[in-house]
């Protein structure tokens, strides 16, 4: 984009912003300050797994799950959304690199089947890829429901519709879609739900947000349960989360053959 494109793009934005609530408006002009001020350190890690390697490695974690047990049913999920993500692709959309990766919804498939979860929190939602993962896996559990948290990159009002847009109407029974960020949303949220069981980062990737909803997390934490972080190679505070929580199993997963960890998993039983 030319120089002049971007001044427009930003003027834009700003002129959206101001059109917002006053609650919104700070909301978002903390998470920017965040975004932009937050230190990222170099951390020690460890080497990534690839997703067959690490199912593997939950079966012999997680009681009475075998790898490769819901192969079928995520080949399926996965016909089912291509043409619910052709059409969003084709239209005006948040940004289709807002989306969870495939590695990311198969893993956070499996998981919601092995644990059989009662509550599952996430945050960051864009389209709904991971989203429709894990309701899906909670319908065929028979059990549970998902609770997300999300404010929508600074669009006009008819795109931001689109949040969640993926997921169909006979998933939506069990899924709460709550508009603002974890910083203000996630401790009542956890104090009325209690028990949580999963999970699941992918908001604002700094490390002052992803420590702060670690941190709910385990204190609203029931057993068993799994914490499921996207984009943990930006800074260190998935690592953090280990050292302070101690889990039973903890692990860092490739989203591509050959590439880094960036998908991070913890195991609390």
Known sequence: MST?????????????????PPAEIVERVRNWAEGRFDTFGSVERPAALSLPKLLVKLGEVLPNYIPGQFDEEIALLRRELADRQEAVALGENLGLFHDGSPILGELLYSVTRALRPRVVVETGVAHGVTSCHILSALARNGLGTLDSIDLPPLVDKEVENTVGVLVPHHLRERWTLHRGTSRNLLVPLCERLRGLNLFIHDSLHTRSTMLFEFQVA????????????????????????????KPTFS????????????VGICVFL
């Open 251 to 262: 692990a860092e997963v490739r989203r591509a053959e050959g590439g880094e960890g960036q």
């Open 218 to 245: 385990l204190k609203y934490m029931a057993r068993p349960a799994a914490i499921v972080s996207d984009d943990i190679g930006m800074n260190g505070a998935f690592r953090r989360l280990i050292e302070i929580s």
């Open 4 to 20: 002049s494109g971007q001044s427009k793009s930003k003027s834009k934005k700003f002129v959206e912003l101001l059109k917002r």
